[in-house]
């Protein structure tokens, strides 16, 4: 996985990336794209020792952590097929915050700490209509760290959440050669009323997921 990209790139994307080999042919990929994430699957398996290269095209313009040049990323193929699916992620949700803003808006959350595998998928309220075998539909939460919050902080993930409110959460995992964990059994949550604890800057306007977008190579069961 190579970079991440902010919520909006997929729907403008009218030069999507392309997979080229060493000698900069295109090699024949399927592109896929779930809930801001964007993959890039071969056609046909890739060779072993080989170098390639991904062109981020339009996606690069919302590009926030960049490999290389910021225009390209390079990789070489130096393992054999994984098969394998990841470990459950094994993730805890603190207690609850809660934020005034200057606009006296009071947002409460939860972070969230613990361990995974590639890429962590949130499922809040079982609500999730991911297909992680055809890699679409949607999840609530996808990241490639535990830099987020459950609830509303300056990036909202449940961002209705208040006092007394409960709701579900399920964890599960891509591994980077896009193998699922499968998901963890739904948890409930519950929003504490902590009082406010601090105060910060203006509030962003409520999303339904946090604004990742993940720009991978992803050989599926293929090597």
Same mark, same amino acid.
């Given at each position: ?42 056609? +046909?398996?890739?060779?072993? %020792?080989? =170098?390639?290269?991904? @062109?981020?095209?339009?996606? /690069?313009?919302? *590009?926030?952590?960049? #490999? ?33 803003? +200057?606009?006296?808006?009071? %947002?409460? =959350?939860?972070?969230? @700490?613990?361990?995974?595998? /590639?890429?962590? *998928?949130?499922?809040? #309220? ?98």
């Amino acid at each position: 996985m190579d970079a991440v990209l902010d919520g909006e790139a997929l729907s403008d994307c009218d030069q999507p990336p392309r997979l080229l080999d060493a000698m900069g042919a295109e090699v024949a990929t399927s592109p896929r794209s779930f809930s801001f994430a964007y993959a890039l699957v071969p056609d +046909e398996p890739l060779v072993m %020792g080989a =170098s390639y290269t991904i @062109e981020h095209n339009c996606l /690069g313009s919302r *590009l926030l952590l960049v #490999g290389d040049d910021g225009e390209t990323s390079s990789f070489t193929v130096n393992t054999p097929a994984d098969a394998d699916p990841p470990a459950l992620p094994d993730i805890a949700v603190g207690d609850t915050m809660a934020q005034e803003f +200057e606009n006296e808006f009071v %947002g409460y =959350s939860m972070d969230v @700490e613990g361990q995974f595998e /590639g890429i962590l *998928l949130v499922d809040i #309220g079982q609500e999730t209509t991911l297909d992680p075998e055809a890699l679409e539909g949607e999840v609530g939460v996808v990241s490639v760290d535990t830099d987020f919050v459950i609830g509303h902080a300056c990036v909202p993930t449940w961002a209705d959440a208040q006092p007394g409110d409960s709701t579900t959460l399920a964890f599960a995992s891509f591994d980077l050669a896009g193998n699922f964990s499968g998901w963890t059994e739904p948890e409930p949550v519950t929003v504490e009323d902590q009082g406010c604890q601090c105060r910060a800057g203006s509030s962003r306007p409520p999303v339904g997921t946090l604004a990742l977008l993940l720009l991978g190579l992803w050989v599926r069961r293929r090597g």
